[in-house]
Structures are given as C-alpha cells and as structure tokens.
C-alpha cells in the first residue's frame, strides 16, 4: 500500500527566504507525482506535476524534483512571499482498478512572514 | 468554464440522517472521483469513475453510495449519517487519456458536520 509523507507539518519562514518542502513515498510504482497547494476554506490547485520519467518541474518560483527510486520529491520554492502562505500538499498517481488515483500527504503548512 | 462545482458549501446533519453532495464538471472530463479530508490529515478516495454508468471503490467507501448517469455529474450519498463522516469532501475530474501527464481539477469542497 502506497504510503506518502511530507515533513516538516509546519514552516514558518521570513519572506525572502528560499525554502524547500520534503516527500516521500513508499512504493515507485508510480504514474507521475505532483504538488497541490491548499488555501484554508478553498479547494486544491495544481501547482506541478512530475511525470514519471522525468526528473524535474519548474514554474516561476517553483521547482520539483522526483527521485523514484529513493522515494523522495522536493519542492524548492524561492524568494517567498506572503502570499505563498499555504498547506502544500504531496499526491502520488499511481494504478487502482479501472483508473488511476492520487495518494495525498498530509501536507506542510507554510507561513511567510513580513 | 466553471470547472468543478459542489453544493451545498456547508451541512449540518443529525445522525441518521442521509444526503446527497453534488458535483458537476463542464470540462467534459470522463474521470471523476470524491475524496474526503479530515482534519489535519491527507485526502482520501472514496470512489470514483471512468465514464457514465461506471463506478468503483477506493480506500474508504463505507457509508457512501454513488451514482453516473452523466458525464457532468458524479453525486456522493450518505445513507444513515455518523459522527465519523465529519470532514470536508472533495469532488474532482480528470482529462481522458494517459493518467501520467494529465492532473485533477478540485472542486471548492462541502464542509459536512454529523452531529
């Protein structure tokens, strides 16, 4: 059973400061791995996605990186800012059934501050 | 597009009670799935489903039914309502094709509370 966890749970860090947030997960049987990120009250946005046979994801500010064979992503964020405050969430695609699914972290919880 | 839509946003109910949360896509997405959150904790697969009149079990489906009779709608019921279905529920879809390039949509979530 795939098992996924982010550490650290809570981050709180000065704006300005790069700063990176830890996955890992148990099986590498995997489709792709991908970073959601969760305003409180509000739904999930996809921020990136790691197909499996690739290494790294970049968009803006935001880098992800997947090591499939040691189990571990990070996503690397620079130059924060408060409006990064968020949870982070890690999900895992991998095969179930008839589809495919995600298997969440429960994520870490940032805070920018000025 | 609105994307995914879930109503109501909030619920109370009394134990044993039922209710149905909706959810709609109008991305014409043929994968859609319901996950719930509890607090502080990672999302969960109740079910899901590959297209209209195909659904199937994810890791937690006890205490849940659903329904596809269209490729927009995906609705969740609750039959006889426990304290322990207190979380927020996601619904969420996905394109057609490869499921490594492509990512899920989120619905904004229903808060439900079993009292």
């Known amino acids: 059973k795939q098992e996924v966890t982010q550490i650290p749970a809570a981050l709180s860090v000065p704006e300005g400061e790069n700063l990176v947030l830890n996955c890992s997960f148990t099986d590498s049987a995997i489709y792709n791995l991908q970073w959601f990120r969760q305003d409180p009250g509000k739904g999930l946005t996809s921020l990136l996605l790691i197909q499996s046979s690739q290494r790294e994801q970049t968009s803006g500010r935001l880098n992800a990186s997947l090591d499939k064979s040691s189990g571990r992503s990070t996503l690397y964020i620079a130059a924060s800012q408060p409006g990064d405050s968020a949870t982070y969430l890690c999900a895992v695609g991998s095969h179930t059934g008839t589809a495919s699914k995600l298997t969440f972290g429960t994520g870490t919880r940032l805070q920018v501050t000025l | 597009n609105a994307g995914v839509t879930q109503t109501p946003k909030f619920r109370i109910l009394k134990i044993g009670q039922s209710m149905t949360l909706q959810c709609t896509q109008d991305?014409?997405?043929?994968?859609m799935y319901w996950y719930r959150q509890d607090p502080g904790m990672g999302l969960k697969l109740i079910y899901y489903?590959?297209?209209?009149?195909?659904?199937d079990k994810g890791e937690v489906p006890n205490g849940y039914n659903v329904s596809r009779s269209t490729t927009e709608d995906f609705p969740l019921r609750l039959e006889l309502a426990a304290p322990s279905q207190t979380s927020v529920y996601f619904c969420a879809s996905r394109p057609p094709g490869g499921p490594t390039e492509y990512t899920q949509y989120f619905g904004p979530g229903t808060r439900l509370t079993v009292l």
């Open positions: 991305m014409n997405h043929n994968y």
């Open positions: 489903s590959v297209g209209a009149g195909i659904t």
